[in-house]
Nanobody, 127 residues
Framework: QVQLVESGGGLVQAGGSLRLSCTAS????????AGWFRQPPGKEREFVAG????????GYVDSVKGRFTISRDNAKNMVYLQINSLKPEDRAVYYC????????????????????WGQGTQVTVSS
């Protein structure tokens, strides 16, 4: 069973930055694409950023391009999300997820592509 644990959320002023971290419990984490999703209050969970298993390819939803950066350290079984220039609309619970596919170079955008999820970390932005 794969366990994912997110950390790094908190309360930040608009324009500030946060770095979210996700730790995976298994060494095979590097074989799979990973992603970050978020769920704003009262809304559906949405894709934010994805990264291929080898870390060579990334993808983002348009609303965060240029502000968010996803990365991973496979030696540490970690995935990160650097969030800069935070906006009030970035307020959400952020979830780390691992895909079901073992492709080393593909990025997956659909929620259905992910089978393991963390418990989420809250990001709140004050204006």
């Amino acid at each position: 069973q794969v366990q994912l644990v997110e950390s790094g959320g908190g309360l930040v002023q608009a324009g500030g930055s946060l770095r979210l971290s996700c730790t995976a419990s298994v060494r095979t984490f590097s074989n799979y694409a990973a992603g970050w999703f978020r769920q704003p209050p009262g809304k559906e969970r949405e894709f934010v950023a994805g990264i291929s298993g080898d870390g060579g390819n990334t993808g983002y939803v348009d609303s965060v391009k240029g502000r968010f950066t996803i990365s991973r350290d496979n030696a540490k079984n970690m995935v990160y999300l650097q969030i800069n220039s935070l906006k009030p609309e970035d307020r959400a619970v952020y979830y780390c997820a691992r895909s079901q596919f073992t492709s080393s170079s593909s990025v997956y955008y659909a929620r259905s592509s992910y089978v393991y999820w963390g418990q989420g970390t809250q990001v709140t932005v004050s204006s």
